[in-house]
């Protein structure tokens, strides 16, 4: 593991690569490992509002991925209605305990991605970056600081700002001052080579696995990284996903 500030030459490469071009990071999986006890805890907090328990097996069987949008559809599922402004508060509420209870059993979940604070730095020494995340504000909040990236005071678009991954990027884009088509988003979820497609974003994955990268590359995704270790050539190459292959 190298430092986790960047070096000057970082910044210069950052900037020689990408100019001033505006950056949208994903938060979970991109720049916060993933845990996978969090889609239990997720579907504890839910079911600690509405008093049902959901089937939640993985993410990937959503068809909205954000906190918002996952309630909204188990909502569905379970009851057959919308739920309301304060049971959506709950849900992040509960589901923010539930974070907090996996860092006291572990206080190494949620770390950072190898060389995320090292690349936010040295891209926001020479350009905009912006955090779009489909997490509760308190909840991306929550991991941030777990990640040791919570001072780096970045512009937080998350799930209280749009109910999908675009509206989210869109949000973020407003932070940031641009318009969303400048951005280049970096992500790990196929969720987000999809949003990426629908605003004809460069996108790059950050993809640690194999199993990850099948995953990104099937949903359409050209660009991929294994962290973010010195990631600016990859980010400057980033190119637009590609028409989701059928069936
Ligand atoms: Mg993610």
Same mark, same amino acid.
């Given at each position: 593991?190298?430092?986790?500030?960047?070096?000057?030459?970082?910044? @210069?490469?950052?900037?020689?690569?990408?100019?001033?071009?505006?950056?949208?990071?994903?938060?979970?999986?991109?720049?916060?490992?993933?845990?996978?006890?969090?889609?239990?805890?997720?579907?504890?907090?839910?079911?600690?509002?509405?008093?049902?328990?959901?089937?939640?097996?993985?993410?990937?069987?959503?068809?909205?991925?954000?906190?918002?949008?996952?309630?909204?559809?188990?909502?569905?599922?379970?009851?057959?209605?919308?739920?309301?402004?304060?049971?959506?508060?709950?849900? @992040?509420?509960?589901?923010?305990?539930?974070?907090?209870?996996?860092?006291?059993?572990?206080?190494?979940?949620?770390?950072?991605?190898?060389?995320?604070?090292?690349?936010?730095?040295?891209?926001?020494?020479?350009?905009?970056?912006?955090?779009?995340?489909?997490?509760?504000?308190?909840?991306?909040?929550?991991?941030?600081?777990?990640?040791?990236?919570?001072?780096?005071?970045?512009?937080? @678009?998350?799930?209280?700002?749009?109910?999908?991954?675009?509206?989210?990027?869109?949000?973020?884009?407003?932070?940031?001052?641009?318009?969303?088509?400048?951005?280049?988003?970096?992500?790990?979820?196929?969720?987000?080579?999809?949003?990426?497609?629908?605003?004809?974003?460069?996108?790059?994955?950050?993809?640690?696995?194999?199993?990850?990268?099948?995953?990104?590359?099937?949903?359409?995704?050209?660009?991929?990284?294994?962290?973010?270790?010195?990631?600016?050539?990859?980010?400057? @190459?980033?190119?637009?996903?590609?028409?989701?292959?059928?069936?």
């Amino acid at each position: 593991m190298g430092p986790s500030e960047p070096t000057a030459a970082d910044v @210069a490469a950052a900037r020689q690569q990408l100019g001033e071009r505006p950056i949208a990071f994903d938060i979970d999986g991109t720049l916060v490992r993933l845990e996978p006890g969090e889609v239990a805890a997720f579907g504890r907090a839910f079911s600690s509002v509405f008093g049902v328990v959901p089937v939640l097996r993985s993410w990937e069987e959503l068809p909205v991925v954000t906190d918002r949008g996952i309630v909204i559809t188990l909502c569905a599922q379970t009851l057959g209605r919308v739920p309301t402004v304060a049971e959506l508060d709950a849900v @992040a509420d509960a589901h923010v305990g539930g974070v907090e209870e996996m860092l006291a059993h572990d206080p190494a979940a949620f770390s950072a991605i190898r060389g995320a604070r090292r690349a936010l730095v040295a891209l926001a020494a020479r350009g905009p970056v912006g955090l779009a995340t489909g997490n509760s504000r308190v909840t991306a909040r929550r991991k941030l600081a777990a990640a040791g990236l919570d001072d780096l005071d970045l512009p937080l @678009a998350c799930s209280q700002d749009g109910e999908d991954r675009e509206s989210i990027l869109r949000h973020c884009a407003g932070q940031l001052g641009v318009p969303v088509g400048a951005l280049i988003s970096v992500g790990d979820g196929t969720w987000d080579v999809t949003a990426a497609r629908a605003l004809s974003l460069p996108f790059l994955g950050v993809a640690p696995t194999v199993r990850r990268a099948e995953r990104l590359r099937a949903a359409g995704a050209l660009s991929l990284v294994e962290d973010l270790a010195s990631p600016w050539s990859a980010l400057a @190459a980033a190119q637009v996903p590609a028409p989701a292959p059928a069936g």
